[in-house]
């Protein structure tokens, strides 16, 4: 039998073939880029970044530490919270609070004082107040606040055990870290705010009752 020649196809032999491999590879590489460049903007997009979350600990507690409630002086700052978080003229440019949280009350007592400053505000505003994390585990709250779609471009009330709020600011995202507040000062609130390159945070008065720190 006589071979039959066999011809390669006209521009795929060669350099001229590797040439074509190269431009193919730089055209899937592009599409990956692509795609992948689409994914990440899907997904910082689909992040809900709160606008504001606004970080204090709980009311005044009594001189006797096994006592787990507040204090009448801190219930009475629960009772005040309520018009510095509704009609303080600080407030206004913030929203109304659309979330409150505080840490999970153990069985010990532990992470009730933080609850019982926000009861009077989430009476007033029908909301709930979420519990869902121990004092200790402000990670996984800051990481459910932040990712949370829910709460995008809106205002977000978190009132925590004194020891861990520095911790719960750097897990939000504040860096370098804040000075924590002395031991006996109640009468403060971090505020921080997103919507920058890096969030921002203010250490603010509250001003609610005598003796209150005025700046």
């Not at 507040?70 to 913030?94: C, I, M, W, Y």
């Not at 107040?129 to 990670?139: G, H, N, S, V």
């Not at 705010?193 to 720190?213: F, T």
Request: charged share 20%; glycine share 10%; hydrophobic share 40%.
């Amino acid at each position: 039998m006589t071979a039959v020649p066999q011809t390669g196809a006209p521009g795929l032999s060669g350099k001229g073939a590797s040439r074509g491999r190269c431009a193919a590879l730089a055209i899937a590489a592009a599409i990956v880029f692509a795609l992948g460049l689409a994914g990440c903007i899907g997904c910082a997009a689909g992040a809900g970044r709160p606008a504001v979350v606004i970080l204090l600990r709980h009311a005044e507690k009594p001189g006797n530490e096994a006592d787990a409630m507040l204090s009448d002086r801190g219930e009475a700052r629960a009772q005040a919270l309520v018009g510095f978080f509704t009609n303080a003229p600080a407030r206004l440019d913030l929203g109304s609070p659309a979330a409150l949280y505080a840490c999970r009350v153990s069985k010990a007592g532990r992470g009730r004082r933080p609850r019982d400053t926000l009861l009077p505000l989430a009476g007033t505003l029908g909301l709930h107040i979420r519990t869902p994390y121990r004092a200790e585990d402000y990670e996984s709250l800051a990481s459910t606040v932040l990712r949370d779609e829910s709460l995008e471009g809106k205002t977000v009330v978190i009132c925590w055990t004194h020891s861990e709020l520095p911790s719960l600011a750097r897990a939000l995202g504040i860096k370098p870290p804040v000075d924590p507040w002395k031991n006996r000062v109640y009468d403060r609130v971090w505020i921080i705010r997103y919507g920058g390159a890096e969030p921002r945070v203010e250490d603010v008065p509250q001003r609610l009752l005598p003796g209150d720190s005025t700046r």
